[in-house]
């Protein structure tokens, strides 16, 4: 039987409580919630398990509490309507795949207390034309953002020491980039297929 939802809000004093979210299941507590509109978590959770809202298709809001420390792998993989996440600067580091599929989330800014992005997390987000990473961010995993189409302008920060292989393959919009100061050496098809990309900016720190 499906269960449909129109709205959520788990209120510290809802029966829906921080243990609902704090799931080690793969499948996720929300899965395929496919009437979900809106969901905001309070500040009693302070985390929630891989792939928690996977494939909530009608999924467009998002709101995490100040208190999550972190995304894990696949939240909201495959909430293809999902426009708006704000990243509280409580978050330290993103999951592998966790925007997976995201298809019209527009822009996203990854706070400064964020270190570490994950795999795959913007792949094919193919409305995501801007995206600024604030300046902690020190690595990035591959492919990214593989098949973000109309990503169009990146920022990164001059902390940031690794960029995976294949990071903006099949970025197409992709137009200028500057590589930060403490990279060192520039990985497997990181550029592959940008087609529209006329400028870079490559930093005397990379020797490879």
């Given at each position: 039987m499906n269960v449909h939802f129109l709205d959520i809000q788990i209120s510290s004093k809802s029966r829906f409580n921080h243990q609902l979210l704090i799931s080690n299941d793969q499948n996720g507590t929300f899965r395929k919630c496919s009437s979900l509109i809106k969901i905001?978590?309070?500040?009693?959770?302070?985390?929630?398990?891989?792939?928690?809202?996977?494939?909530?298709?009608?999924?467009?809001?998002?709101?995490?509490?100040?208190?999550?420390?972190?995304?894990?792998?696949?939240?909201?993989?495959?909430?293809?309507?999902?426009?708006?996440?704000?990243?509280?600067?409580?978050?330290?580091?993103?999951?592998?795949r966790a925007f997976y599929g995201c298809s019209k989330l527009v822009e996203i800014i990854i706070p400064t207390s964020?270190?570490?992005?994950?795999?795959?997390?913007?792949?094919?987000?193919a409305s995501l034309t801007q995206i600024t990473i604030l300046s902690s961010v020190t690595s990035m995993g591959e492919r990214a953002f593989d098949e973000?189409?109309?990503?169009?302008?990146?920022?990164?920060?001059?902390?940031?020491?690794?960029?995976?292989e294949?990071?903006?393959?099949?970025?197409?919009?992709?137009?200028?980039?500057?590589?930060?100061?403490?990279?060192?050496?520039?990985?497997?098809?990181i550029f592959i297929q940008c087609s529209k990309l006329i400028e870079i900016t490559i930093p005397s720190s990379v020797t490879s």
């Open positions: 905001e978590i309070p500040s009693s959770v302070t985390s929630f398990g891989r792939g928690v809202f996977k494939g909530d298709l009608s999924l467009k809001e998002i709101s995490i509490s100040s208190s999550v420390a972190s995304i894990k792998e696949l939240t909201y993989s495959g909430c293809t309507k999902l426009t708006s996440v704000t990243i509280p600067s409580s978050v330290t580091s993103i999951g592998e964020t270190i570490s992005i994950g795999k795959r997390v913007f792949e094919k987000c973000s189409r109309n990503l169009s302008k990146i920022i990164l920060p001059s902390f940031m020491t690794s960029i995976g294949n990071a903006f393959i099949n970025c197409s919009s992709l137009n200028r980039i500057a590589i930060p100061s403490n990279i060192t050496s520039i990985n497997n098809g």
